[in-house]
């Protein structure tokens, strides 16, 4: 009976293997957080003039965060043939690492093809792309709208110089025939033009500081993603086989075990003598 439980067991798992494969496609990327201005440096001057979008910690946290996962899965454009176990795969596999270097995160997730990796990178790109590039702008807004109020202190300055220069220039002109001597005219203030120079270099400096900035991105080239084919029907062969001989050996033991009696006692067995 052990034999022949054991036959059907291995009988089963030929059959389940003989069937359709299903294969699991890994791919790996990296994302490099962009950078924006920092916000102390903004307020007060301090520190490094611009820092990452976001910290590399946090991006991983979002990542992990189902709803964050629960959208990928929507969103990512799956084969029809491979849509259903590639939505299981993305959800249970999407993780992210983060690197030595300050900005760079590695991102892993498992699909039931190669497009359907590709399609979820896709996605992932978009999403934190949408996400970094809302705080980026928040913050290049702030240096716009300090460069826009210098500007204007530039100008209302500039329009100062222009009138006195034009007073200069009226006042060197010869004087009519019979006409009063023109009071002399005094120079520029040297305050106006050290304020002049200020204003210019605070606006030079912003606009080096929007410069320094840049988006996020993922890095899908062929040599920054690897996409690898692994087969699962071995391991799950495996489980079929151990599941056969458990259920067989829950037969077995069925079959074996002594009667009962109908009272719920086990029969007696009488010995003789010889």
């Known amino acids: 009976m052990i034999a022949a439980a054991a036959i059907f067991a291995a009988t089963l798992t030929y059959a389940l293997m003989a069937s359709s494969k299903t294969d699991i496609w890994s791919g790996r990327a990296v994302l490099t957080i962009g950078l924006a201005p920092a916000s102390d440096f903004i307020a007060q001057k301090s520190g490094p003039a611009v820092s990452a979008i976001e910290m590399p910690r946090r991006t991983v946290a979002r990542l992990s965060?189902?709803?964050?996962?629960?959208?990928?899965?929507?969103?990512?454009?799956?084969?029809p043939g491979t849509a259903s176990v590639s939505r299981s795969m993305v959800a249970s596999s999407l993780r992210g690492i983060v690197l030595d270097k300050e900005r760079d995160i590695v991102i892993e997730l498992s699909a039931g093809s190669a497009a359907d990796v590709q399609s979820a990178f896709r996605v992932i790109a978009a999403e934190i792309s949408a996400v970094h590039t809302a705080i980026l702008n928040r913050q290049l807004e702030v240096v716009q709208n300090r460069i826009d109020e210098d500007r204007g202190r530039l100008a209302a300055i500039e329009q100062e110089i222009g009138e006195l220069n034009m007073r200069i220039l009226r006042s060197m002109q010869s004087p009519k025939r019979n006409g009063p001597p023109r009071s002399p005219i005094a120079p520029i203030p040297?305050?106006?033009i050290s304020a002049w120079n200020e204003v210019q270099s605070l606006i030079r400096n912003d606009t080096a500081l929007q410069g320094l900035s840049e988006p996020t991105a993922l890095r899908v080239e062929a040599d920054n993603i690897v996409v690898t084919h692994r087969s699962i029907e071995w391991l799950r062969a495996s489980l079929l086989a151990g599941t056969g001989m458990l259920v067989a050996m829950i037969i077995l033991t069925i079959v074996v075990s002594p009667p009962r009696q109908a009272g719920g006692k086990l029969g007696r067995i009488d010995l003789t003598e010889r």
């Open 190 to 192: 040297v305050t106006t």
């Open 65 to 79: 965060d189902p709803a964050f996962q629960e959208l990928i899965i929507k969103r990512a454009a799956f084969e």
